[in-house]
C-alpha cells in the first residue's frame, strides 16, 4: 500500500525506517530531515506490505525522484517501475543495485552511476589559496559558472537551477564556497543540502581557464574544513567516469563505500 505522508509526525516514521543507513540515501534523509511536509516541492509516499511494514520511501523533489529500500534484492521492482512511470519525472535517483535491475526497463532515460565516498577522515589542505563563503548575491554567478558544465546544461534550463539554488540558500539547505580572483568567482563548491549532522559537498566546478592550478582540491578542502568545525559528516558523489574527480577524492583522502544510480530523460 502507497502512502503519502502529510503530517511532521510521520516524518519521524521514516527517519526511523532509514535509520543508520541515512548514508545510503543521503538526498531523501537530508529533504526529509529538513523540509518534512513544510515544502510544496517536496511530496513524499512510504511502501507498505501486508503486514503493514515499510519497504520502501519514495520522494519527489520538484521532477526528481529518490527513493530507498532498506531490501534492494527483495523489493518489488514492477512497484517501482509503475511509479516512475505514472510521473512526469526528469531525475531518478536510487541505490545502485537498484539502479542496475531496472536499467533497462528504463528507455527514456540516460542512466550514470556514481561513487559515494566519505569524506570525514580527508587530510584537510593547508590553503595557499584564498577561499570565502559566499553570498546570495553570488548565486546568479555560480549558477552561470556550473552551467559551463555538462552535467549542468543537459539537465537545468538555467532559470529553474537559479531558482534551486537560491531555495536552497534561503531555506538554509546548501552553503556555497568560492574562489575569486580579479573579483570575479572562478571556482566554487556547496553543500548539496545538509542537516545538523550530515552534508552533501558537491557542484565542484572551475573555469576552464583556471584548471590544473589546485582550485578544485582547496575549494573542497576549505568546505569540508568549515563542516568538520561544525561537527557536520561529509560525502561526495563521483561519476564512475570523472577520472579526474576520483582522482582528486582519493588523494584528498576520501573513501568509496558505496554507489548510487542517476537516471535522466532523454
Known amino acids: 500500500m502507497m502512502y503519502k505522508i502529510t503530517k511532521n509526525e510521520e516524518v519521524e516514521m521514516i527517519l526511523a525506517y532509514i535509520n543508520g543507513e541515512y548514508k545510503e540515501t543521503p538526498y531523501l534523509y537530508i529533504n526529509i530531515k529538513k ?25 519527489i523533489y520538484y521532477d526528481c525522484l529518490h527513493f530507498f529500500t532498506r531490501n534492494p534484492k527483495k523489493y518489488p521492482l514492477d512497484r517501482l517501475l509503475n511509479f516512475i512511470n505514472s510521473n512526469d519525472l526528469k531525475v531518478i535517483m ?29 587530510c584537510i589542505e593547508n590553503n595557499q589559496v584564498k577561499c570565502s563563503i559566499a553570498m ?11 552551467m559551463n558544465d555538462s552535467e549542468y546544461y543537459n539537465v537545468y534550463e538555467r532559470q529553474i537551477l537559479i ?17 575569486r580572483i580579479n573579483n570575479k568567482i572562478v571556482a566554487s563548491c556547496s553543500t548539496y543540502g545538509e542537516t545538523d549532522n550530515l ?3 558537491g557542484g565542484l566546478i572551475v573555469h576552464p581557464k583556471y584548471r590544473n592550478n589546485g582550485l578544485a582540491s582547496a575549494v573542497e578542502s576549505y568546505a569540508c574544513d568549515i563542516l568538520k568545525k561544525d561537527n557536520i559528516s561529509r560525502i561526495v558523489f563521483v561519476n564512475y567516469n570523472n577520472y579526474v574527480s576520483l582522482k582528486l577524492q582519493t588523494k584528498l583522502g576520501g573513501i568509496k563505500y558505496s554507489s548510487i544510480s542517476k537516471f535522466v530523460k532523454k
Open 35 to 59: 523540509y518534512g511536509v513544510s515544502n510544496i516541492n517536496v511530496r513524499t509516499w512510504v511502501d507498505f506490505n501486508d503486514n503493514n511494514e515499510i519497504t520502501g520511501v519514495y520522494m
Open 94 to 122: 536510487l541505490q545502485g543495485e537498484i539502479g542496475s535491475a531496472i536499467e533497462k526497463k528504463l528507455l527514456n532515460y540516460n542512466s550514470e552511476k556514481n561513487y559515494i565516498f566519505d569524506m570525514d577522515k580527508i
Open 136 to 146: 546570495r548575491e553570488d548565486i546568479l554567478e555560480i549558477s552561470d559558472l556550473l
Open 163 to 179: 531558482k534551486q539554488l537560491l531555495d536552497r540558500f534561503d531555506s538554509g539547505f546548501s552553503r556555497f564556497f568560492v574562489v
Open 199 to 201: 552534508a552533501i559537498v
